[in-house]
């Protein structure tokens, strides 16, 4: 059975760093591409990251291009989440999502196109 789990997330202030990350059971990373989408309040989910199966390729939505990092560890089944100068847009409920694909170097960024999702984990941002 495939689980994700996402964990990492937390309150911090205005310019501070989070790292979130992804762990997976029952499948490994290395033929799955791995998402992370978030939902703030009274808003719809929205993707902000995504790496491809082989980890060549990465995605970014425009606002947190140049502030956040999406990296993978393929001996620890993990994915993770870098985020850097983050600003108070940034404070939502953030999930983990997986896809498997046999094409490596392609990214999907919507919610449709993952067919695994983890529980999400909280970030707070505060001035």
């Known amino acids: 059975e495939v689980q994700l789990q996402a964990f990492g997330g937390g309150s911090v202030q205005v310019g501070g760093s989070l790292r979130l990350s992804c762990a997976a059971s029952g499948f490994t990373f290395d033929d799955y591409a791995v998402g992370w989408f978030r939902q703030a309040p009274g808003k719809e989910r929205e993707g902000v990251s995504c790496?491809?199966?082989?980890?060549?390729?990465?995605y970014y939505m425009e606002s947190v291009e140049g502030r956040f990092t999406i990296s993978s560890d393929d001996a620890k089944n993990m994915v993770y989440l870098h985020m850097n100068s983050l600003k108070p847009d940034d404070t939502a409920v953030y999930y983990c999502a997986a896809r498997f694909s046999l094409v490596p170097g392609t990214v999907w960024m919507t919610q449709t196109d993952f067919g695994s999702w983890g529980q999400g984990t909280l970030v707070t941002v505060s001035s």
């Open positions: 790496i491809s199966a082989s980890g060549g390729r990465t």
